[in-house]
């Protein structure tokens, strides 16, 4: 198992309902990851922290939310989801961007189904 | 765009047997490209990275080769084992792009008795 756990494994919701998805690193990395993997299709990157201030929003649709209170976790606030929103979604650290060569290690991932 | 392409979509080979899985990307300027495997229901783990300047890595069964010249590299699995059932996942950085991977789709592998 790698040092980046994500809670709940699985998840069902309503489109009307609340959850979070939570994620925490310890691996001491100072930046952190929201991915979306659907079926057939490659993972796409959702936000991006570093030193917990949010550096990148992929366009993601504002019924999803982070949240980072510090550097070892990450939070995604869902509301009022779509079906198409069921996925596969993985949490990523890393100690600095991994286009300059560092490594990112993603956590199990969770797996949401909206109904 | 930058596209990262594999091939083939997905393979069923005996125990034992090798394979070769293939990444072709347009990804430009080009810095660095990596192996992942993803067991179903879990995360992808590295296998290797590559830098333009290296053109092959190994970690233990896993060879992968990159040609940036004509922007190719491939996955060789030796002896395969039924744990190495798993999608493969080539992933592409750009120069200067910090956190711009690109992503292919994966090659799903089965290994079968």
């Known amino acids: 198992e790698t040092g980046v756990t994500q809670t709940p494994r699985h998840l069902v919701m309503g489109m009307t309902n609340k959850k979070s998805l939570k994620c925490e690193q310890h691996l001491g990395h100072n930046a952190m990851y929201w991915y979306k993997q659907s079926a057939k299709k490659p993972l796409e990157l959702m936000f991006v922290y570093n030193f917990k201030e949010q550096t990148e929003n992929n366009s993601v649709p504002s019924r999803f939310s982070p949240e980072c209170p510090n550097s070892s976790h990450l939070f995604l606030h869902l509301h009022t989801l779509q079906p198409e929103d069921s996925a596969l979604y993985l949490c990523a650290s890393s100690q600095a961007p991994p286009g300059q060569g560092y490594e990112q290690y993603f956590g199990p991932g969770t797996r949401l189904t909206v109904t | 765009k930058n596209q990262v392409e594999q091939s083939p979509q997905s393979l069923i080979i005996l125990e034992g047997k090798n394979c070769t899985l293939q990444?072709?990307?347009?990804?430009?300027?080009?810095?660095?490209l990596r192996w992942y495997k993803q067991d179903t229901g879990r995360g992808p783990v590295s296998l290797t990275i590559?830098?333009?300047?290296?053109n092959t890595k190994s970690n233990g069964r896993y060879t992968a080769t990159l040609d940036a010249d004509t922007k190719q590299s491939s996955l060789h699995i030796t002896a395969s084992q039924l744990s190495d059932s798993a999608s493969y996942i080539c992933v592409v950085s750009e120069k200067g792009g910090g956190n711009k991977l690109t992503f292919g789709t994966g090659t799903q592998l089965k290994v079968e008795l």
């Open positions: 990444c072709n990307y347009t990804v430009s300027p080009f810095s660095n």
């Open positions: 590559m830098t333009f300047s290296e």
